[in-house]
């Protein structure tokens, strides 16, 4: 990270985890002179641990046959791995001062109308969503999203974008905040 210092202002420049800018910005709270901590162009990132444990549930993705919200093998294995690596992804990312959500996004191929498309992607979502919390993740910390056929996955063979895109596929938002404390 490099510094420049305009008026009562300290700049940041380049890479840090966000648990470097709080405590950098807390440092600077203490600094005679020093008003505040731009940090806008600076590049916060994840800690490595956290990072890939966000990659590993976010890789994953539950397929669903055609025109159907109910979980087929190996769907049921697949979310109870999903389980465990949010459930680590939880614990890990407490212990550095981060809030996690994980967003569920139901997706159609482009078989029927929009608005069938648009509530099966809805229901193929909420069927993640119950069998997770029923696995004890806290529906606090999910949400769900059918966007039908748009945004589509891309893939060369038409087949495989369509299985593709009969899916749930997985996003996790991580909030860097002290307790008690905003992003």
């Known amino acids: 990270v490099q510094f420049e210092l305009a008026g009562d202002t300290l700049r940041a420049t380049g890479s840090a985890t966000h648990d470097w ?12 002179g020093l008003a505040f901590l731009d940090l806008s162009q600076a590049n916060l990132t994840l800690p490595g641990d956290l990072s890939g444990l966000k990659n590993r549930v976010e890789e994953r ?4 046959n055609i025109g159907s919200s109910a979980l087929v093998p190996p769907a049921p294995d697949l979310i109870a791995e999903i389980t465990t690596l949010f459930s680590e992804l939880i614990v890990a990312s407490e212990e550095k001062g981060y809030r996690v959500s994980l967003e569920l996004i139901g997706r159609t191929d482009t078989t029927g109308s929009n ?3 648009r ?18 993740v806290p529906r606090s910390m999910l949400t ?17 974008k369509a299985a593709l895109n009969r899916s749930v596929s997985l996003r996790v938002t991580l909030t860097y905040g002290r307790s008690g404390e905003g992003s």
């Open 144 to 160: 769900e999203t059918g966007i039908g056929t748009s945004d589509p996955i891309e893939a060369d063979d038409p087949q495989e």
């Open 61 to 64: 993705r539950v397929l669903f």
């Open 119 to 136: 509530v099966l992607s809805q229901n193929r979502a909420s069927r993640v969503r119950t069998v997770l919390e029923s696995r004890g």
């Open 21 to 32: 800018a709080y405590s950098a910005a807390t440092l600077v709270e203490r600094i005679p």
């Open 115 to 117: 608005e069938t498309n």
